[in-house]
């Protein structure tokens, strides 16, 4: 077998591996699930087209992921992204099941990620979705490290004030209990 | 919270500083109850967008990735590849048709002989693999014809020509009891061509059932392999022109 067929046949079980999680991530980013679908599966062919790209299997995670950002990028600056975040369907999907309370609060989560800017989203996602450090943001989006860092700081501070401080306010009562 | 910037305890939250410098900050926190509650704040945050994407809306699968960009290929483009390969042919001493070129109705699509070379084994067999990813069966009707046209010239001309068809993905549903229009006409082609083969794509067959709960019954003409996609590759390393539909 020539090291051209392994290469995509390793590549292949990859992209099979790690489809959902590519979805999952994807959909955090387009809230919609048909975009998902083409951005990952554009993002998968890419990654076969240019798998001789791919130097070292260990950071082919992020190397996939790296495709994706670029191509969602470039579809948001070709869209001049201002996304209408009322029609986006937040909706958890298997809500049969749910109670009412715990889909209003999921879809209060996702609406208020949905509207945090482009940018911060991205970097949200990666760390707390991919579970990214800061150095692995950092070299995805080649950007600086400082800059990650900022703009995950902005963006948990937006949805700080949507999430908890306005539930607390709506409430009457603190969101977290402090345990001893 | 005067010692603690948002970034530090981002930070903090996210586990990234070292595991001692981590110990020893959270040590220092516990004096400063604005900047504890803060950091609980964040990681509460942090819990909350975790969760609320552990259930997402599953991936299509009838787009499954390799099927994204099909490539509808016009059947005149089919024609006009597999023309190139018997121009080709034509053009290194291996004549295929009895008319002179300039009446010859697939010349005509390459008049110049600038077709890929043709995929000639050591024998100087003309090998080619089509790659059948498309379910329409007007699609699949046309390839045929294409096929079976181009199979008739070969042994006319007595030259060695394989073919194999792979179906793969939705195209599998040509090779499919249930699904395909041309069973009668696959049955034909068999007996009449044992130069040319028709290949399932086990992976394909496995997916239906596992994931639409599907149980495939294949035309009796169907070889298989494991994979399609693997297949095709090997085909191409092999030296066979490699055509998808």
Not at chain 1, 74 to 100: C, F, G, H, I, Q
Not at chain 1, 105 to 129: C, E, G, N, P
């Given at each position: 077998?020539?090291?051209?067929?392994?290469?995509?046949?390793?590549?292949?079980?990859?992209?099979?591996?790690?489809?959902?999680?590519?979805?999952?991530?994807?959909?955090?980013?387009?809230?919609?699930?048909?975009?998902?679908?083409?951005?990952?599966?554009?993002?998968?062919?890419?990654?076969?087209?240019?798998?001789?790209?791919?130097?070292?299997?260990?950071?082919?995670?992020?190397?996939?992921?790296?495709?994706?950002?670029?191509?969602?990028?470039?579809?948001?600056?070709?869209?001049?992204?201002?996304?209408?975040?009322?029609?986006?369907?937040?909706?958890?999907?298997?809500?049969?099941?749910?109670?009412?309370?715990?889909?209003?609060?999921?879809?209060?989560?996702?609406?208020?990620?949905?509207?945090?800017?482009?940018?911060?989203?991205?970097?949200?996602?990666?760390?707390?979705?991919?579970?990214?450090?800061?150095?692995?943001?950092?070299?995805?989006?080649?950007?600086?490290?400082?800059?990650?860092?900022?703009?995950?700081?902005?963006?948990?501070?937006?949805?700080?004030?949507?999430?908890?401080?306005?539930?607390?306010?709506?409430?009457?009562?603190?969101?977290?209990?402090?345990?001893? | 919270?005067?010692?603690?910037?948002?970034?530090?305890?981002?930070?903090?939250?996210?586990?990234?500083?070292?595991?001692?410098?981590?110990?020893?900050?959270?040590?220092?926190?516990?004096?400063?109850?604005?900047?504890?509650?803060?950091?609980?704040?964040?990681?509460?945050?942090?819990?909350?967008?975790?969760?609320a994407y552990q259930e997402t809306p599953e991936p299509n699968d009838k787009r499954h990735w390799w099927n994204y960009r099909t490539n509808k290929l016009p059947l005149f483009a089919v024609a006009s590849i597999m023309l190139a390969v018997a121009v080709s042919v034509f053009l290194t001493g291996q004549y295929l048709f009895?008319?002179?070129?300039?009446?010859?109705?697939?010349?005509?699509?390459?008049?110049?002989?600038?077709?890929?070379?043709?995929?000639?084994?050591?024998?100087?067999?003309?090998?080619?693999?089509?790659?059948?990813?498309?379910?329409?069966?007007?699609?699949?009707?046309?390839?045929?014809?294409?096929?079976?046209?181009?199979?008739?010239?070969?042994?006319?001309?007595?030259?060695?020509?394989?073919?194999?068809?792979?179906?793969?993905?939705?195209?599998?549903?040509?090779?499919?009891?249930?699904?395909?229009?041309?069973?009668?006409?696959?049955?034909?082609?068999?007996?009449?061509?044992?130069?040319?083969?028709?290949?399932?794509?086990?992976?394909?067959?496995?997916?239906?059932?596992?994931?639409?709960?599907?149980?495939?019954?294949?035309?009796?003409?169907?070889?298989?392999?494991?994979?399609?996609?693997?297949?095709?590759?090997?085909?191409?390393?092999?030296?066979?022109?490699?055509?998808?539909?």
């Amino acid at each position: 077998m020539t090291l051209a067929i392994w290469r995509r046949r390793r590549l292949e079980k990859i992209l099979l591996h790690e489809y959902a999680m590519l979805h999952r991530l994807a959909w955090s980013w387009c809230h919609n699930r048909h975009t998902a679908d083409e951005l990952v599966q554009e993002t998968c062919l890419l990654a076969m087209e240019h798998v001789e790209q791919l130097k070292d299997n260990n950071k082919a995670r992020q190397w996939i992921v790296k495709i994706m950002v670029n191509l969602h990028h470039n579809r948001m600056r070709s869209l001049r992204e201002s996304v209408d975040v009322e029609t986006l369907n937040l909706a958890s999907p298997d809500s049969v099941e749910s109670l009412a309370l715990q889909e209003d609060r999921i879809s209060q989560i996702r609406h208020a990620v949905a509207s945090l800017k482009y940018d911060q989203r991205i970097v949200l996602t990666l760390v707390d979705l991919m579970g990214y450090s800061y150095i692995q943001v950092a070299e995805t989006l080649d950007i600086p490290i400082g800059t990650v860092m900022s703009r995950l700081t902005r963006a948990r501070s937006k949805l700080k004030d949507k999430l908890l401080n306005h539930n607390a306010e709506a409430t009457g009562r603190p969101n977290l209990r402090r345990v001893k | 919270m005067k010692h603690y910037s948002e970034e530090m305890l981002n930070a903090l939250a996210d586990d990234e500083y070292p595991v001692e410098q981590q110990v020893e900050l959270l040590s220092r926190l516990q004096s400063d109850k604005a900047a504890t509650d803060e950091l609980c704040k964040l990681r509460s945050v942090k819990q909350l967008v975790k969760t609320a994407y552990q259930e997402t809306p599953e991936p299509n699968d009838k787009r499954h990735w390799w099927n994204y960009r099909t490539n509808k290929l016009p059947l005149f483009a089919v024609a006009s590849i597999m023309l190139a390969v018997a121009v080709s042919v034509f053009l290194t001493g291996q004549y295929l048709f009895q008319e002179p070129i300039e009446n010859r109705r697939l010349a005509m699509l390459d008049p110049d002989g600038r077709g890929q070379q043709p995929a000639l084994g050591e024998s100087q067999e003309t090998r080619i693999v089509l790659h059948l990813l498309d379910a329409d069966m007007q699609v699949a009707g046309d390839l045929l014809d294409e096929i079976e046209r181009l199979l008739a010239e070969h042994r006319t001309s007595g030259n060695s020509l394989r073919v194999e068809i792979v179906a793969h993905s939705e195209g599998l549903a040509l090779l499919r009891q249930r699904l395909s229009t041309h069973k009668t006409r696959i049955t034909r082609l068999a007996n009449e061509y044992p130069n040319l083969a028709f290949v399932a794509c086990l992976n394909t067959v496995r997916r239906l059932r596992v994931e639409q709960g599907i149980e495939v019954t294949l035309l009796p003409e169907a070889s298989t392999t494991k994979s399609g996609v693997a297949h095709v590759v090997q085909r191409q390393m092999e030296g066979w022109a490699y055509i998808k539909v």
